[in-house]
Structure formats: C-alpha cells, structure tokens
C-alpha cells in the first residue's frame, strides 16, 4: 500500500513538473471507471447499458417498402 502512494506521488510531482519518464508509461495509474445503467419501464429494472443484449422497450413497426 505504501508503495502505490509513493508511486502516485511521484507520478503526481512529475505531471506537475511537466516531466514524464518513458519507463513510467506503464506504470499504476489511478483512474475512474463510470457506469451507465438504464431503465425502460419507469424504475422497475435497471441494466448496464454497456452490457448486450441492449435493453428493448417497444417494437417498432416496419413500413412497406413504398414507405422507405
């Protein structure tokens, strides 16, 4: 644990000196990682929208091809 706070804190002196390493490139990087979850029924489920099949709320009618 000690280790990956030292390493961000260097990474961190580095960023702000405008100085990266080429041997850092590979280096633990803090990141975020956002989740999307959608609802097609007002609430009641909810998906992860990055997870298929996509959820599905309604059919969609086809047109004739004279309609296209």
């Not at 990266?20 to 998906?47: F, R």
């Amino acid at each position: 644990m000690r280790t990956k706070k030292l390493l961000t804190l260097a990474i961190v002196l580095l960023a702000l000196a405008g100085v990266w390493p080429v041997n850092l490139v590979n280096a633990w990087v803090p990141h975020i990682d956002v989740e999307k979850y959608v609802s097609v029924n007002g609430g009641a489920n909810w998906h992860d929208a990055d997870t298929p099949p996509t959820p599905r709320c309604c059919r969609v009618a086809r047109r004739s091809g004279s309609d296209l």
